[in-house]
Each structure stands twice: as C-alpha cells, then as structure tokens.
C-alpha cells in the first residue's frame, strides 16, 4: 500500500530556506509511470500546486508564481523527494503536502501534511 | 496561466439533496479535470479524474461531466459524510486548483 510522509522543520525564520522531506514507502519512485509532486494550502485557503519531478527524466516543472525560488529534487537510495523554497516570507505559512500524481494525472496519493510556519 | 472559477463558494444543504457545483476554465481544457474532496484537517481525496472518470472505491452518487471550459460535479443524494471542501484542479498546462466549495449542512 503506497503511503507518503512529509517531514521537516515546523518553523522556518523569514528569508531563509525551506525544506521538506517526502518518504515514499509502497512503490519506487524511480520507476516510471508517475510524478512527485509538492502542494500547499494557506491557512483556510485553497490548495496551490508548488510542482512536481519526474524522476525517469529527469524534469521537473514549477508553478511560475514559485518557480525562481523552489528546487524539487529525488534522492531513489532513499526513496525520498524534497522541495526546497528559498527567501521564505511569511507568505509562504502554509501546510504543505506531498503527492503522487498517476498516470491518468491525478493526485491519487497525498501525504498527512506539514505545516510550515514562517516566523522571526 | 489557465484560472479555474468555482461556484458557488459554499453551500447550504439538506441531507438527501442534489448537490451540483460548477467549474469554468479560462480557456480550452478538453477533458483535463479532477475533483477533490477534503474534510477539515485531512488531505484532499480523488474522487473524479478526466472530468467523468469515478476514482476506484467512491461512491456512484458522486459524478462528473464537461468538456472544453465548463464542468459540472454533482453529488446525486447527499450524505453527512458527504460535508466537505470539494476542488477542481486541471491538468491542461501545468496544474491549477479551483478556489473550494464548501459544503455544509442546512
């Protein structure tokens, strides 16, 4: 049963960076088929697509509000993906969750989410 | 960017009702939309892909249709389990959400 889990620091300091582990157990992700994908939802907000990796590829694509400061990357020793957001504000206050997008592009697996609070 | 338009924002409903929300698309997106459903505190769930497609293991009383900019989602008799924010979100060109429609009891 393919399960995904979110995890990193709960309170990142305004300017600095951001970064998010996702554990995926019950499926590869370096086999083909799928991509890795990051969303976020702001406090009693809707949900925002931050991107996603396909990692047979090697590509990835970005929401372009987000894409000058994310990186999305794949360690397959792992079987982890992360996000990295740079130069956070507290605009970027948000929970944060990772998701396996199928082949019928769909997110069809999420992870529980993280928040993220962006605080001095 | 391709903008996704809800309505309503909320709703107000009895158990048993017909439930239907709408989805407009900025431009042209063939068949390239999903519904989710979240419950306050949890991550979204699938519950239609390719705008008419039921996800696996979701109830029948849930449905989609549309093609091109206009898309319907429409839940046949509603249930209390059913109280939730459900979002569109297309796969056209790159990926966007449609803002939520909350779904409460009346």
């Known amino acids: 049963q393919l399960q995904l889990q979110e995890s990193g620091p709960g309170l990142v300091k305004p300017a600095q960076t951001l970064s998010l582990t996702c554990t995926v157990s019950g499926a590869s992700i370096s086999k083909g088929g799928y991509y890795w994908s990051w969303i976020r939802q702001h406090p009693e907000k809707g949900l925002e697509w931050i991107g996603y990796?396909?990692?047979?590829?090697?590509?990835?694509q970005y929401n372009p509000s987000l894409k000058s400061r994310v990186t999305i990357s794949v360690d397959t020793s792992k079987n982890q993906f992360s996000l990295k957001l740079i130069s956070v504000t507290v605009a970027d206050t948000a929970v944060y969750y990772c998701?396996?997008?199928?082949?019928?592009?769909?997110?069809?697996?999420w992870g529980q989410g993280t928040l993220v609070t962006v605080s001095s | 960017d391709i903008q996704l338009t809800q309505s309503p924002s909320s709703l107000s409903v009895s158990v048993g009702d017909r439930v239907t929300i709408t989805c407009q698309a900025s431009?042209?997106?063939?068949?390239?939309l999903n519904w989710y459903q979240q419950k306050p505190g949890k991550a979204p769930k699938l519950l239609i892909y390719d705008a008419s497609s039921l996800e696996t293991g979701v109830p029948s009383r849930f449905s989609g249709s549309g093609s091109g900019t206009h898309f319907t989602f429409t839940i046949s008799s509603l249930q209390p389990e059913d109280i939730a924010t459900y979002y569109c979100?297309?796969?056209?060109?790159?990926?966007?959400f449609g803002q939520g429609t909350k779904v409460e009891i009346k």
């Open positions: 979100q297309q796969f056209d060109t790159l990926r966007t």
């Open positions: 990796i396909y990692y047979v590829r090697g590509s990835t």
């Open positions: 431009q042209d997106i063939d068949n390239y």
């Open positions: 998701a396996r997008e199928s082949g019928s592009s769909s997110f069809d697996s």
